[in-house]
């Protein structure tokens, strides 16, 4: 079982960036498709981005297509979030996720197998 923490969090204005790192430990990511996920309070946690084993493929949340980029670095087994023009609904705590078996399409939770501890994004207005 792969092992992630995630990184990279803070309070930033709206309109702002933050890059989200995600670094894991137990095995190779090259094997695994990656996904983005985050949760608000009092919401359920949803998919916000991923990409494919060899990172030809990439999906994203409707609303934030556009101003964040998800990539990886499968040599140094890392995993990034860019995230620009960051609005105040973008708030929750942003958390890591690895599958052995999904395609990027994938978007429920459920259906990924192993995740990090999250890491927290406040964009005031």
């Known amino acids: 079982q792969v092992q992630l923490v995630e990184s990279g969090g803070g309070l930033v204005q709206a309109g702002g960036s933050l890059r989200l790192s995600c670094a894991a430990s137990g095995r190779t990511v090259s094997s695994l498709t990656m996904g983005w996920f985050r949760q608000a309070p009092g919401k359920e946690r949803e998919f916000v981005a991923s990409?494919?084993?060899?990172?030809?493929?990439?999906n994203y949340l409707n609303s934030v297509a556009g101003r964040f980029t998800i990539s990886r670095d499968n040599a140094k087994n890392l995993v990034y979030l860019q995230m620009d023009s960051l609005k105040p609904e973008d708030t929750a705590d942003y958390y890591c996720?690895?599958?052995?078996?999904?395609?990027?399409?994938?978007?429920?939770?459920?259906?990924?197998?192993?995740w990090g501890q999250g890491t927290q994004v406040t964009v005031s207005s």
């Open positions: 996720a690895a599958c052995s078996i999904c395609g990027v399409m994938v978007v429920r939770a459920s259906d990924y197998n192993s």
């Open positions: 990409i494919s084993r060899s990172a030809g493929s990439t």
